[in-house]
């Protein structure tokens, strides 16, 4: 049930730089909150109306600057490993790695790990990112 890593091309437009030219820092993060989401499409996984993936916690490391033009969104589960999963067990929260690369170039401008936990909406409390799976293997 482990997945592969996802990569999305989106544009940088005029209005998500600074005023030194390049993608601010805050839209970077939104980068990344769209490659989760394709991410989440390609496995097959639809974020429900009731159990959802909150970010509880980001890690990001700015190493290059995003000028306009395309960034590549790079996306894969860090944790829970396919070894560390069980389905039996319960388990809170998930990592991604997640990487902003310009093209061309090997070394990534953004470097994050995020961490995600499992949410049921309505009732406003955690649940297990198997609840979570099972809700999104159901609304498939």
Do not use: K
């Not at 639809?46 to 916690?57: E, T």
């Amino acid at each position: 049930m482990f997945f592969g890593e996802s990569r999305l091309t989106l544009p940088v437009r005029p209005n998500d730089l600074d005023a030194l030219g390049h993608v601010n820092n805050a839209v970077a993060l939104e980068y990344l909150e769209a490659g989760r989401w394709d991410w989440l499409g390609r496995q097959g996984l639809v974020h429900g109306d009731r159990m959802i993936a909150v970010v509880a916690r980001t890690e990001i490391d700015y190493l290059a600057e995003i000028p306009r033009g395309q960034i590549e969104v790079r996306t894969s589960l860090e944790s829970p490993s396919a070894e560390e999963f069980d389905e039996d067990d319960l388990t809170f929260r998930a990592r991604f790695r997640q990487r902003l690369h310009l093209p061309e170039v090997a070394r990534p401008a953004v470097d994050a790990l995020v961490t995600v936990a499992f949410l049921d909406a309505d009732q406003r409390c955690l649940v297990s990112m198997q609840d979570f799976l099972a809700a999104s293997a159901v609304s498939r």
